[in-house]
């Protein structure tokens, strides 16, 4: 049987994750909501 305890103390997050993370908040991305702007915006047109 697993001891989750033990198992979180040896627990490392990935130092990838933290590079991705950065990189993400970095870029300007759109989302969703813009996406939906520039169909209306063309649609208009």
């Known amino acids: 049987m697993l001891d989750y305890e ?4 040896k ?3 990935s ?4 590079n ?3 990189a993400v908040y970095q870029e300007d991305l759109s989302d ?3 996406l ?3 169909v ?6």
Do not use: A, C, Y
């Open 32 to 34: 969703m909501t813009d």
């Open 40 to 45: 209306m915006e063309q649609s208009n047109k």
């Open 6 to 9: 033990e198992e979180l103390k």
């Open 15 to 18: 130092l990838e994750v933290e």
């Open 20 to 22: 991705i993370e950065d």
């Open 11 to 13: 627990f490392k997050p």
């Open 36 to 38: 939906l702007k520039q």
